[in-house]
């Protein structure tokens, strides 16, 4: 008998060169006034936002832009971006750019409409008043476009904490891989691997099914042209970069149903208190993950392995290896004061194998020690 399945995808997905102005028509339907929620200069560098403004203007839609979000957003941050779109009587919003961006703008579309106490932000009973999205990604790694998460810096838990849900799946997400032609390598490189990392977490997720596996699987074996390519150190084609937006849209996808584990709530505190780029921390540690999963699961290893066309762990780890370079330096009490925290985390008893504090300690110590 076939396994039950449960699938849901409320945001309407268009992916496609020039598809802002191709399908400009959605911008009216959601109101009159919209915020540009952005980072400080990549929209503006890679021509995303001049579209969008141009086709704010050919509709007469006013707008107010928002272009304070760093690496990383706080809960600060998305508390001051809501202050203003309540105060300019914002309609919708825009989110443009990585997963910054992206999570900072579903958090503002959350706290423009409901008065929530910054203690109850992880944890309040939402209600459905949100503002209407567009999110317009900018880098192939995190898919927040089609998921329902928004991912902040949370300095009372001292880690990255999620509001989790479904009243934040964007209305609308727009991909358009071109405005990802001139990303620099390393940029490229860590986004693809936070791609890889929601691909293969899903993929050993207790939450998993089979529509979610296909569609992990799908993805895995997308990035891969990708990843040879970074790993030779030439440049990306478009074609290139059309597939590393496709795995990552299926990566957000994925995680949207199944949810991330362990890895994330391993790499979260390497980007808290090191400021390690979120794709990189996780990928730093997903080699000896795998390991502890083929333990008890090796069919499952093995069919990872094979998407990526590589023969066993060690080939995995040479990829990671090629892609990483150098590695960071810690000491074994910062991995004992990560390992209390991760173990705190809902995402670590989501994998197919829980790990318990001392697997978390062990993980964190082959990894990086």
């Known amino acids: 008998m076939m396994n039950p399945i449960y699938y849901n995808l409320p945001t309407k997905i268009f992916m496609e060169k020039n598809c802002v102005q191709n399908h400009s028509e959605i911008f009216p339907q959601l109101g009159h006034k919209a915020m540009l929620v952005t980072g400080r200069h990549s929209a503006k560098a890679n021509g995303s936002q001049n579209d969008i403004l141009a086709i704010l203007k050919k509709h007469h839609i006013e707008y107010t832009l928002f272009d304070e979000i760093d690496s990383n957003p706080d809960i600060e941050i998305v508390y001051k971006g809501a202050r203003k779109a309540r105060a300019e009587h914002v309609e919708f919003i825009i989110a443009i750019g990585g997963g910054s961006p992206m999570d900072a703008g579903k958090a503002i579309a959350l706290l423009a409409r409901q ?13 459905s008043d949100v503002l209407p999205m567009v999110h317009i990604p900018t880098t192939a790694g995190t898919g927040s476009e089609v998921t329902q998460y928004a991912i902040l810096s949370n300095p009372r838990a001292q880690t990255k904490t999620s509001i989790a849900t479904n009243v934040l799946f964007p209305n609308y997400a727009l991909l358009d891989p071109s405005y990802m032609l001139d990303l620099p390598r390393k940029i490229t490189i860590h986004t693809a691997l936070d791609a890889l990392s929601h691909l293969i977490e899903a993929s050993l997720s207790k939450k998993n099914n089979d529509l979610n596996n296909a569609l992990s699987l799908e993805g895995i074996k997308a990035i891969r042209p990708a990843l040879s ?14 597939s590393l937006s496709y795995a990552s849209l299926l990566g957000g996808i994925v995680i949207a149903h199944a949810g ?72 074994l009490d910062e991995l004992k004061k990560y390992s209390k925290i991760a173990l705190q985390a809902k995402n670590t008893s989501n994998s197919i194998a829980t790990p318990n504090g001392d697997t978390v300690l062990q993980l964190y110590k082959q990894s990086l020690l």
């Open 260 to 331: 991330t584990n362990i890895v994330h709530a391993l790499g979260y505190s390497l980007t808290y208190f090191r400021h390690i780029d979120h794709g990189r921390a996780n990928a730093l540690l997903l080699h000896r993950y795998l390991e502890f999963i083929e333990a008890s699961a090796p069919q499952k290893i093995r069919v990872i392995l094979n998407a990526l066309e590589l023969k066993t762990l060690d080939d995995f780890r040479m990829l990671m290896d090629s892609l990483l370079n150098e590695k960071e330096n810690f000491t």
């Open 115 to 127: 008065d929530i106490a910054k203690a109850d932000l992880f944890t309040a009973n939402y209600t």
């Open 229 to 242: 390519v970074l790993q030779k150190n030439t440049p990306l084609s478009e074609k290139d970069r059309e």
